[in-house]
């Protein structure tokens, strides 16, 4: 096996919360990972548009694993302008040198169980290693009984040095219960979101009332700001 271990955590990240870091950091220690790049998703296939811009959930990546050595965030889906596929990710990273067995997608067993909605299914699956974590209400044991094609892919990061072609490694963690939506709910409420995000997260959502409904409903007045305004953390 080759030493190079990229581990690639995408999302909307509206905003990046404990949760996901935690999935994340599951996958790098299960797997000995060498890098984990955080990529930013532009607009969703599958999931509602974004609230905050894709300037801010980007620095709010940034800002989160800050003090993470072997992580850095990636804009590499913001300047496409169109649905962010996970297919086509693992397609750049082909292009750029990288092999299938080099690359492991990070992801929370609660999407996975969706795999076979996505776009390139089943060939996706040949692209990367997947690296599926538990969630709260949903630990990864429960993948086999869901996806039963799958079985010949499924393992364990025990057996990973066993592996030649890419696999689907079930990691049993314990990660943080939130979720977006929740930060979201209650930032609007002016409810406190400490411990749900790190701490340079939350200062940013507060700063710039990312979340905050004012009296029309309409969101803080950064909320829509370019996503060419500015970045705080050189990328590709």
């Not at 974590?133 to 025990?158: H, Y």
């Not at 592996?163 to 609007?188: C, D, E, Y």
């Amino acid at each position: 096996m080759t030493g190079r271990r990229i581990g690639i955590l995408g999302g909307t990240f509206d905003p990046i919360h404990c949760g996901h870091l935690d999935v994340g950091q599951a996958a790098e220690s299960a797997l000995a990972l060498t890098q984990v790049v955080v990529i930013t998703a532009n607009i969703p296939p599958h999931r509602p548009q974004p609230i905050a811009s894709s300037y801010h959930r980007f620095a709010m990546v940034a800002l989160a694993i800050s003090g993470q050595e072997r992580w850095r965030a990636s804009d590499l889906e913001l300047g496409i302008g169109s649905p962010s596929f996970t297919t086509g990710t693992l397609q750049h990273f082909h292009a750029q040198g990288f092999a299938a067995t080099e690359l492991f997608f990070i992801i929370g067993a609660d999407a996975f169980a969706e795999i076979e909605s996505w776009k390139d299914y089943p060939a996706i699956l040949d692209r990367a290693h997947f690296a599926v974590v538990s969630r709260p209400g949903f630990p990864a044991s429960e993948i086999p009984g869901r996806l039963t094609a799958l079985a010949p892919r499924l393992t364990t990061p025990a057996d990973f040095e066993l592996r030649r072609t890419p696999s689907i490694f079930l990691i049993n963690a314990s990660t943080a219960n939130v979720s977006a939506t929740a930060i979201r709910q209650r930032s609007a409420t002016g409810e406190s979101i400490a411990g749900l995000v790190p701490p340079t997260v939350r200062q940013h959502i507060e700063r710039h009332a990312l979340y905050a409904a004012s009296s029309t409903g309409e969101l803080g007045a950064d909320a829509h700001r370019s996503p060419t305004a500015g970045r705080l953390h050189g990328q590709n």
